[in-house]
Nanobody, 123 residues
Framework: QVQFVESGGGLVQFGGSLRLSCAAS????????MSWHRQAPGKERELVAV????????NYADSVKGRFTISRDNAKTTVYLQMISLRPEDTAVYYC????????????????WGPGTQVTVSS
């Protein structure tokens, strides 16, 4: 079955950095675009970054452009999120998933979500 195991979160000060990892299994990892989402308390889950399966091109939410970098290792079926210049508004639980192209946007491939990893940025 599909599984996502996120790790690498923690407590960091304003301006700090973290690198998140997500180990995926149960599907053909290399065939899917992969993504990171986040959910802050009291807010809906939002798509943060996507990396394609074909040429490795990336897309980011405006709020994280220039600060977050998504990457993937198909051999390890793992997707990463390097985060720098972190802000208190980045505080959230971060999740990964796979994505399917849907017009000019993306459609999350799986209903299953892993446990996520908590990122807390102090001011």
């Amino acid at each position: 079955q599909v599984q996502f195991v996120e790790s690498g979160g923690g407590l960091v000060q304003f301006g700090g950095s973290l690198r998140l990892s997500c180990a995926a299994s149960g599907f053909s990892f290399s065939a899917y675009a992969m993504s990171w989402h986040r959910q802050a308390p009291g807010k809906e889950r939002e798509l943060v970054a996507v990396i394609t399966s074909t040429d490795g091109s990336t897309n980011y939410a405006d709020s994280v452009k220039g600060r977050f970098t998504i990457s993937r290792d198909n051999a390890k079926t793992t997707v990463y999120l390097q985060m720098i210049s972190l802000r208190p508004e980045d505080t959230a639980v971060y999740y990964c998933n796979a994505e399917l192209p849907f017009g000019k946007t993306w459609y999350t491939a799986w209903d299953y979500w892993g446990p996520g990893t908590q990122v807390t940025v102090s001011s």
